[in-house]
């Protein structure tokens, strides 16, 4: 199997997230893959697929990802059903992290227990 067709699952991911500036070349088995995510949170995506199928520090991929936004983790457009602790959960792990949220968007919200479907919310750098 090919290095490229190994990290394929990698590459799609990149697609899928719109990464600009996208460049993948083979040299002597190595994958060589650079592009700019939009922010951390997507480049975190990415790194996680190549350990996902390389381990933890895979020797045949070398990845120069960088990110477009780095004043904010990720943007999240509220979907129905969503709350601020169920996006703190998929984002950080910790639903109690919603407090962060919610003070990282007072712009547009005045209680964390009001949020709409298709608002754009900043999910901050902790």
Known sequence: MSVKAK???????????????GDVSEENGVLKIKGQASTQYEKNL????IKEIGGQSPSDIKANITVADE?????HTVKSGESLS????HYYGDPMKYKQIFE?????LKNPDLIHPDQVLVIPNL
């Open 86 to 89: 169920k996006i703190a959960k």
């Open 7 to 21: 990290y394929q699952p990698v590459l799609d991911l990149g697609q899928k997230l719109n990464i600009k500036d």
């Open 46 to 49: 990415l790194w996680d697929k």
């Open 71 to 75: 004043s904010v983790y990720a943007r």
């Open 104 to 108: 990282a968007n007072t712009d547009q």
